[in-house]
């Protein structure tokens, strides 16, 4: 069992910056690809962006330039540095990890989530 645990969301003004995190811990032999995910009220949840464990990385169109997704593969951390917030970023942000155990099975685990709110 893996678990994911977030930190960092909170209320920031327009224009604003956020970093959140996520620590995963558990029977992890590897961690392959990285995400974070956001879901705003009365909306689906959508991809933000997501690092591979080749840091390759994709991002949505809406955040290109603004957000920027990390990882510490020592510390099986994924970050995403939000800058330049907007009120439509306010969202519960969910982190998303693939994860290959020390059994070698592959699953898949999301974090609780954070909730980000962007306004003044």
């Known amino acids: 069992q893996v678990q994911l645990v977030e930190s960092g969301g909170g209320l920031v003004q327009p224009g604003g910056s956020l970093r959140l995190s996520c620590a995963a811990s558990g029977s992890i032999f590897s961690i392959n690809d990285m995400g974070w995910f956001r879901q705003a009220p009365g909306k689906q949840r959508e991809l933000v962006a997501r690092i591979t464990s080749g840091d390759s990385t994709n991002y949505a169109d809406s955040v290109k330039g603004r957000f920027t997704i990390s990882r510490d593969n020592a510390g099986n951390t994924v970050y995403l540095r939000m800058n330049n917030l907007k009120p439509e970023d306010t969202a519960v942000y969910y982190c998303?990890?693939?994860?290959?155990?020390?059994?070698?099975?592959?699953?898949?685990?999301w974090g609780q989530g954070t909730q980000v709110t962007v306004s003044s």
């Open positions: 998303h990890c693939v994860v290959t155990h020390t059994s070698r099975s592959t699953s898949a685990y």
